[in-house]
């Protein structure tokens, strides 16, 4: 929490979803990384309006 608005939500797994689909996000995430493709913390603080 950040002034007290919730950053994000931690939930458990629903039924359909299955772990080879989280890994295929990482995996996805990772190359954009890799490509530059990411926003800093400051930049997403900022789009939040938390900064």
Not at 1 to 9: G, V
Not at 27 to 40: C, L, S
Request: charged residues 30%; hydrophobic residues 35%.
């Amino acid at each position: 929490m950040s002034r007290n608005k919730p950053l994000f939500e931690v939930k458990p797994f629903t039924e359909d979803e299955y772990l080879d689909s989280v890994v295929a996000s990482v995996v996805k995430a990772e190359a954009e990384m890799a490509e530059g493709k990411y926003h800093t913390q400051e930049e997403v603080l900022q789009e939040l309006g938390i900064t």
